[in-house]
Each structure stands twice: as structure tokens, then as C-alpha cells.
């Protein structure tokens, strides 16, 4: 699915790194599939700041998705490869996004969402589903991220200028 090169290896402070982590500054992506982008806030060192995921599998993203607080949640993209078009992927945010009920999963796989100005809900192969009660929500854009706690500590982050090492 990634295909790395040790050229692209980004050494950092080993206090910023734990013992079985690399980090890349390129990598190739082998599988032309969708892929999601998803946006949260991480602690390191003691303050809130952005991470960015690429995520390969729907599955991968439930199961994350269950990890990360929702108030850290800052957003969900979806890339998709479009094979015969002059652009070969497409971005778009997420507005919602659900697990599919158990009555629908073998017909729609595991994710129902609507994405950026599209009202339709869709699922993972982006063709348009109905509504059904038993979903399970996994992400609201704009009820996310949102807390008062977290806009104080954002706040506080944006008036610092502390810089990591």
C-alpha cells in the first residue's frame, strides 16, 4: 500500500519520537483505491496540536475513529482515485459520516456518508443510499472540535510562540 525509501527518512529529536516510529517526508501510494484523510489533535509535549492520517481501509477508519475523542476530531476527507479523468484524484470533505447498520452492511459495506455540498447519502463505492434508523454516526462536521474546553486551549495555542524542538 505505501512504498517508502530511507532517502525519504525525516530524522527528528529522538524526545519527540518513540523507540518504534518513522517518520516519512514522501511516500508512494500503490493501491489506486479511495483513501480517507483524516484531521485530529494529538498531545506532544504537553499541548494540543494537528495530525493528519491516511488511511487505507474503511474498517481502519471505524476503528480509529472509536480511539480519537470527538471533541479532537477536526475532519474527514475522502480521496478518491478517478482512473479516467485528467485529474487522477479528487478531494472532498466529509459532512457526515455513519457506520451502516447491520441490515444494510453486506449491500453498502461498513460507512454511509454525505460529502461537502452533496445531499445524497452515499456508500463506499459513492452510489446513493436510502435512509435507515439503526446507523450509527461516526462524525458531524461542525459538531466536532468544538467544545468550549478545546476552542480555550486552540486559543491559547494561537496566542503562543512556543516553538517545538
Given at each position: 500500500m505505501f512504498v517508502t525509501s530511507s532517502s525519504f527518512v525525516h530524522h527528528l529529536h529522538p524526545s519527540s519520537?518513540?523507540?518504534?516510529?518513522s517518520h516519512w517526508r514522501a511516500l508512494t501510494l500503490t493501491l489506486e483505491r479511495h483513501w480517507y484523510l483524516l484531521?485530529?489533535?494529538v498531545v506532544n509535549q504537553g499541548r494540543l496540536v494537528t495530525q493528519t492520517a491516511l488511511v487505507a481501509w474503511d474498517e481502519t477508519l471505524v476503528d480509529l475513529l472509536a480511539e480519537i475523542p470527538k471533541e479532537r476530531l477536526m475532519g474527514i476527507a475522502r480521496l478518491d482515485w478517478q482512473a479516467n479523468h485528467s485529474e487522477p484524484w479528487a478531494l472532498r470533505w466529509m459532512d457526515d459520516l455513519w457506520s451502516s447498520s447491520p441490515s444494510e452492511a453486506g449491500t453498502v459495506g461498513p460507512l454511509v456518508f454525505r460529502l461537502g455540498a452533496d445531499t445524497q447519502t452515499r456508500d463506499i463505492q459513492l452510489r446513493p443510499v436510502g435512509e435507515c434508523a439503526d446507523r450509527r454516526r461516526?462524525?458531524?462536521k461542525g459538531s466536532v472540535g468544538r467544545s468550549q474546553e478545546m476552542?480555550?486551549?486552540?486559543?491559547?495555542?494561537?496566542n503562543s510562540t512556543q516553538v517545538f524542538e
Open positions: 519520537v518513540l523507540p518504534p516510529q484531521v485530529f489533535k461516526l462524525f458531524q476552542r480555550g486551549v486552540w486559543e491559547q495555542e494561537a
